[in-house]
């Protein structure tokens, strides 16, 4: 089946910097790679998607790229503000399916 | 438009009893998954719901079941209930009407943290 690994787990960036984080799959037929954001207590919250017909998407601050080829896709986050600072999981899945298998989550932290 | 709303967002339970958890989809979506998230474990995937039939099943126990109701609300149960079970179960929905496109974005609702003791 389908495994997602995500690096790193602990991250640490000053306000103002950029962050990546990255995560590989192992299946090729999924197609579908969701990020979400996850506050203490809280569910996760979607903040951006991509699908394999597509190499890159942007949404303010915040980018995803993809590469088919070596199975990888990451998160891009500039001008990190406080706020930023949260648990974030990347995801894959076939598209016809709601079965999302994530990765271990990266814990960011923005020091202002 | 209302998101994903799941019953109890709390709740404490004794070894050995059953506990039923309770999912509202966003209006109009009629997938429903739920997954669980353990920190040793992470988030894992237990079944998917789709016009009230199960699509999809992870690798958990027979403990945990599931069922959806025809406005698509979810409810997922774990009978005997184990101390390993304590975590936090996640509900998602997702219009999933298989022609790709945004409908097939897959939301999450806040959560409901279950601990056994």
């Known amino acids: 089946g389908e495994n997602v690994e995500q690096h790193p787990s602990t991250l640490s960036v000053q306000e103002g910097d950029s962050a990546v984080i990255k995560c590989t799959y192992s299946d090729s037929a999924s197609n579908y790679f969701p990020w979400y954001k996850q506050e203490l207590g809280k569910g996760s919250q979607l903040i951006i998607d991509?699908?394999?017909?597509?190499g890159e998407k942007k949404d303010q601050r915040i980018a995803v790229t993809l590469n088919k080829t070596a199975k990888h896709f990451s998160l891009h986050i500039t001008e990190t503000q406080p706020e930023d600072s949260a648990v974030y999981f990347c995801?894959?899945?076939?598209?016809?399916?709601?079965?999302?298998?994530f990765g271990a989550g990266t814990i960011l932290r923005v020091k202002s | 438009k209302a998101g994903v709303t799941q019953t109890p967002r709390y709740l404490i339970k004794t070894r050995g009893q059953q506990v039923t958890l309770s999912c509202s989809p966003i209006?109009?979506?009629?997938?429903v998954s739920w997954y669980q998230q353990t920190p040793g474990q992470g988030l894992q995937f237990l079944f998917e719901?789709?016009?009230?039939?199960?699509?999809n099943k992870g690798n958990f126990p027979g403990r945990f079941s599931g069922r959806q109701f025809s406005n698509s609300r979810s409810e997922m149960n774990v009978s005997t209930l184990e101390l390993g079970d304590s975590a936090l179960y996640l509900c998602?929905?997702?219009?999933?009407?298989?022609?790709?496109?945004?409908?097939?974005?897959?939301?999450f609702g806040e959560g409901s943290w279950l601990t056994v003791v």
């Open positions: 209006s109009g979506h009629r997938s």
């Open positions: 719901y789709f016009s009230e039939t199960q699509r």
């Open positions: 995801a894959a899945s076939e598209e016809y399916g709601n079965k999302l298998v």
């Open positions: 998602a929905s997702s219009y999933n009407e298989r022609t790709g496109g945004s409908k097939d974005t897959i939301y």
């Open positions: 991509i699908r394999s017909n597509v």
